[in-house]
Nanobody
Framework: QVQLVESGGGLVQPGGSLRLSCATSGFRLDYLGIGWFRQAPGKEREGVSY????????YYADSVKDRFTISRGNAKNTVDLQMNSLKPEDTAVYYC????????????????WGPGTQVTVSS
């Protein structure tokens, strides 16, 4: 059974950092990709970052480039998202998803999703 579970969300002040983790099970992560998405209240879910587990290529939304870093986690079958210099507009529920997308930021390209973790950036 394919499962993804996000962790690491919370409340942080502007300029602060958080590290999200996506724990996966039920499939071989080596041959698929993991995307991070976020959804703020009243807005559509948007792609944040993606890592291709096969070749290690990474992709970022322009809004988070140079602030966020996606990587394979130290724990087996995990993918982390290091978020630095956080801004209030980064506030959202963050989701990880697994798939083999041709267009990494399109939600319909992903097969399974985690339940999400809340990130709130506020003073």
């Amino acid at each position: 059974q394919v499962q993804l579970v996000e962790s690491g969300g919370g409340l942080v002040q502007p300029g602060g950092s958080l590290r999200l983790s996506c724990a996966t099970s039920g499939f071989r992560l080596d041959y698929l990709g993991i995307g991070w998405f976020r959804q703020a209240p009243g807005k559509e879910r948007e792609g944040v970052s993606y890592i291709n587990s096969d070749d290690g290529r990474t992709y970022y939304a322009d809004s988070v480039k140079d602030r966020f870093t996606i990587s394979r986690g130290n724990a087996k079958n995990t993918v982390d998202l290091q978020m630095n210099s956080l801004k209030p507009e980064d506030t959202a529920v963050y989701y990880c998803a697994v798939g083999n997308p041709s267009t990494w930021y399109m939600t319909y390209e992903y097969d399974s999703w985690g339940p999400g973790t809340q990130v709130t950036v506020s003073s």
